[in-house]
């Protein structure tokens, strides 16, 4: 791998991390959130659900038009900026309804991200895509890390999470001006757009492996959003962590995943993605449903390192098949329908979570997460079957 190569894959690398912090930056101090707005569990739901909204709007047809007018560089610069001014106007929302607008329009900005980011940094090496999608997902894991702890202190140091909030600005306009200036743009679709809108779709539609992917992901992502959403409460309401407590617990959830990525990464360019996907969704659904049982504060930390492990991984497989299951010109725009499709469906997740929690209990809503990912190994053995009868054996 020669030096301008690996440069651009540690930028989009550290771009990733960025989009993280953002994408995370409210999870350890939701329970302050909670408590500044007096949020019931539902409201507290629907925070997410408004960004996974926003997040799937417009992910198909930005990562369209990025694969049609060439614009990768400029789509994924953009993104980075208008993921991080809203997060700066958090500190300055007058009320829970101000709060989601800006909540909505940080996921307007993460809907651009991923689609462009992928399908630039999966150029750089493509018969390596599971070792470079795990360094790529390792990039958004250090984000993953470091967000809670950074986040967590600031908010302690400040006494406010307001004032953590209007910390927030300046890495996602640093990391737009190097996007920008390390890149390039490609060229443009020759074809009429309409032309080119159609070709795509029906491409998409007739990639039965490319469906299955997506109704697995669905799923997966469903639980993890509800994960997200309602473990820092869990953390401080049922086991007595504070702030910087609940973020150091979150900061590990990442760690582990993050070594897990990379190894697991590496290991799937010489086997069967697919399996890893299979075997490691069912896996995490059963140290999902441990947290719902979990009783001690070590039972508690081992099913939650269990999931980091287990679950971190297969966004970056379930990428890393989606990108060979479709010319690279329609690789942004298949990335973002997974994407868009996931974030619709994740909507109903955080609301449902709270609807349980109010009605019954915190933990149980972990058990209804634990069943949609039982019902996400269904599909994924679908998939491994599939694509080993695929000519071009997709996924191994």
Not at 262 to 269: I, N, Q, T
Request: proline fraction near 5%; include cysteine.
């Amino acid at each position: 791998m020669d030096r301008a190569k690996k440069i651009n894959i540690a930028t989009i690398s550290a771009s990733h991390g960025v989009n993280s912090f953002y994408l995370f930056f409210l999870i350890p101090i939701l329970p302050a959130i909670t408590m500044d707005f007096e949020l019931s569990y539902i409201e507290v739901g629907l925070i997410t659900s408004v960004y996974s909204f926003a997040n799937g709007m417009f992910q198909f047809p930005i990562s369209f038009l990025s694969d049609y007018l060439g614009r990768w560089r400029t789509v994924l610069a953009f993104s980075l900026l208008v993921q991080s001014i809203p997060v700066f106007l958090y500190g300055l929302a007058p009320n829970y309804i101000v709060f989601l607008g800006f909540i909505f329009l940080s996921g307007l900005g993460c809907s651009a991200y991923h689609p462009p980011a992928i399908s630039l940094i999966t150029r750089e090496i493509p018969e390596r895509r599971g070792f470079i999608m795990g360094i790529f997902a390792g990039g958004g894991d250090v984000g993953s890390i470091l967000t809670p702890i950074v986040v967590g202190w600031m908010t302690v140091y400040f006494a406010s999470w307001r004032t953590a909030a209007l910390w927030s600005l300046p890495p996602g306009i640093l990391m737009a001006l190097f996007i920008w200036f390390r890149f390039k743009d490609i060229q443009r679709d020759s074809r009429p757009m309409n032309q080119a809108a159609r070709s795509t779709i029906h491409a998409f539609l007739r990639n039965k492996p490319l469906m299955l992917l997506i109704f697995l992901s669905t799923f997966r992502i469903t639980g993890f959003r509800g994960l997200m959403t309602f473990l820092p409460l869990l953390l401080a309401q049922n086991f007595g962590f504070d702030i910087q407590g609940v973020g150091w617990a979150m900061s590990a959830y990442f760690v582990v995943g993050t070594v897990a990525t990379v190894v697991v990464g590496r290991w799937s360019d010489t086997g069967s993605k697919t399996i890893y996907i299979t075997t490691m969704t069912f896996l995490c659904g059963l140290a999902l449903a441990s947290i719902s049982i979990a009783t001690t504060m070590v039972g508690l930390m081992a099913a939650i390192i269990a999931v980091g492990i287990l679950l971190t991984p297969v966004p970056s497989l379930v990428l890393a098949v989606g990108t060979e299951l479709v010319e690279e010109r329609q690789r942004a725009s298949a990335i973002g329908l997974v994407y868009a499709v996931n974030e619709w469906a994740s909507t109903l997740s955080p609301l449902i979570g709270g609807l349980i929690a109010d009605s019954f209990s915190l933990k149980l809503s972990f058990f209804f997460y634990a069943i949609l990912f039982g019902i996400s190994t269904c599909i994924a053995m679908v998939l491994h079957r599939v694509c080993k009868g695929h000519p071009a054996n997709i996924g191994n």
